[in-house]
């Protein structure tokens, strides 16, 4: 469904929303799909907006533009890899917004006995970033990255305000053996809630991540994400 009154930009939505009927078939490989026009027609936007949401989905490999014939579905899915699984930047980068990150905190820190056994961290420290992440110039969440200490020379080497998916795919090549997610939706503290630009509480998706690799029983990473729950659809 297409909102102006969604944070998300008109030409995303729409983008959204014709990859999900490539997904779902509803277009199928080699078939043409609806004209400029009835698709202005309806989504209830002008041309320039459906222009913009189909390039970005030729771009992507989605769609194929025929001269003087129209415009045709030429792939469902895109191979990615693994990096997806651990980047949000990738997949902010997949649906064309905007985004860039803050570092609040990059360095060692303490960890208290709680926090080792929320974390399944056997080690009193780790090596600390904490982000906050923008999309189209307006804070939507707050991450934190926990590293073992053995890792930080080699990380903090490389720009921590890029894709850490990247650097850990990428740069670190380090051996990834298992990675497991939570997703926890739950009322914020006051704290979260101003730290988001939110006057009173509100209700948040904390995404919480254990990141293992081969020879190592301890996490290589752990990593929490929070982000209002009502914007929470579009970055996972």
């Known amino acids: 469904m297409i909102s102006r009154d969604n944070y998300i930009p008109l030409y995303i939505q729409v983008k959204d929303e014709i990859l999900s009927k490539i997904h779902d078939e509803v277009w199928k490989v080699e078939e043409k799909i609806p004209t400029e026009k009835e698709l202005m027609k309806n989504y209830k936007v002008g041309r320039a907006t459906i222009r913009e949401a189909i390039s ?14 129209g415009t045709f579905v030429c792939r469902r899915d895109p191979h990615l890899g693994f990096e997806p699984f651990i980047s949000l930047a990738l997949s902010l980068n997949i649906r064309g917004l ?8 990059n360095d060692k820190i303490k960890l208290s ?14 090596y600390y970033i904490e982000r906050e992440r923008f999309v189209e110039d307006k804070l939507i969440g707050i991450e934190k990255f926990y590293f073992d200490c053995e890792f930080q020379e080699e990380i903090q080497g490389e720009n921590v305000a890029d894709s850490l998916g990247k650097i850990i795919v990428e740069k670190l090549k380090v051996p990834i053996k298992r990675v497991i997610q ?17 006057s009173n509480k509100i ?10 690799i081969e020879g190592r029983e301890e996490p290589f990473q752990y990593m929490e994400l929070i982000i209002p729950s009502k914007i929470q659809k579009y970055f996972i």
């Open 56 to 69: 970005m989905l030729v771009n992507e490999g989605y769609l194929e533009k025929r001269q003087g014939i």
């Open 98 to 105: 905007k985004h860039n990150n803050k570092i609040i905190q």
């Open 113 to 126: 006995f709680e926090e080792q056994i929320d974390m399944k961290w056997h080690e009193d420290q780790a």
């Open 182 to 198: 939570d997703i926890i939706y739950r009322d914020s503290t006051m704290e979260e809630a101003r730290r988001l630009g939110y």
């Open 203 to 212: 209700k948040i998706m904390s995404m919480i991540r254990w990141i293992y």
